[in-house]
């Protein structure tokens, strides 16, 4: 079966540095997305990845590994306002995306 | 600005009783997605569209069916809704499939059912 990872919840500091986890078993794979939600609201787009290595966009990075399956998301210079969910998927060899069940992320002041 | 656009944001409706949902997008995307998302769950796919050809998922229950009359818009019919059924709807468009265009969501129904 097709199986995405991620920690259920992780709690943060205002002004630290956060990485949230994603490890991830599917048929193939066609890039992994990074999206954002905060409570009642859609998930939004932060990051793509489909080769090795780190991207960054601002304050946010991600990284991916495929020989390992994992990938991460990097948050630095953390603010009260990143204070959501946070969803990874997989693109798997059918262009289906396969999603994890997304990371809490709590901060605190 | 282009965007997707779900109304009512908040539906109530009663046991047994049908109900629609509705999507709009003005980004001209080829595709559009239906998701159910359950609190603290991934967002599970009921089925999309690619121009006018539906796939369905194969364990979308036949209580949840879809129109897409033009490029436009997109409904979500449940045609008796459960307790189960309970849920945030979201729906979502892309560019296309086989590719690595992202999707992009409407803020979502959350659905109640009394």
């Known amino acids: 079966g097709q199986n995405i990872d991620q920690p259920t919840e992780m709690t943060a500091t205002e002004g630290a540095i956060v990485q949230i986890n994603c490890t991830y078993q599917t048929s193939g794979f066609n890039g992994l997305f990074w999206y954002q939600q905060h409570a009642g609201e859609a998930p939004t787009f932060l990051s793509y990845n489909v080769l090795d290595g780190l991207e960054e966009k601002g304050r946010f990075s991600s990284f991916l590994s495929r020989s390992k399956g994992y990938s991460y998301l990097l948050l630095k210079e953390l603010q009260m306002k990143d204070s959501a969910s946070y969803l990874c998927a997989v693109m798997d060899s059918n262009y289906q995306l396969i999603w994890g069940a997304g990371t809490k992320l709590i901060i605190k002041p | 600005d282009a965007m997707v656009i779900q109304n009512p944001r908040y539906q109530v409706t009663q046991f047994g009783k049908p109900v629609t949902l509705s999507c709009s997008q003005t980004?001209?995307?080829?595709?559009m997605y239906w998701y159910q998302q359950k609190s603290s769950q991934a967002p599970k796919l009921l089925f999309h569209?690619?121009?006018?050809?539906?796939?369905n998922e194969a364990d979308t229950p036949d209580n949840f069916q879809s129109r897409r009359p033009n490029t436009s818009f997109c409904f979500l019919d449940i045609r008796s809704p459960g307790l189960g059924d309970a849920a945030m709807y979201l729906c979502?468009?892309?560019?296309?499939?086989?590719?690595?265009?992202?999707?992009?969501f409407g803020n979502g129904t959350r659905l109640t059912v009394t």
């Open positions: 569209y690619y121009d006018k050809d539906f796939n």
């Open positions: 979502a468009t892309s560019r296309g499939t086989g590719d690595n265009s992202p999707l992009h």
């Open positions: 980004l001209n995307h080829n595709v």
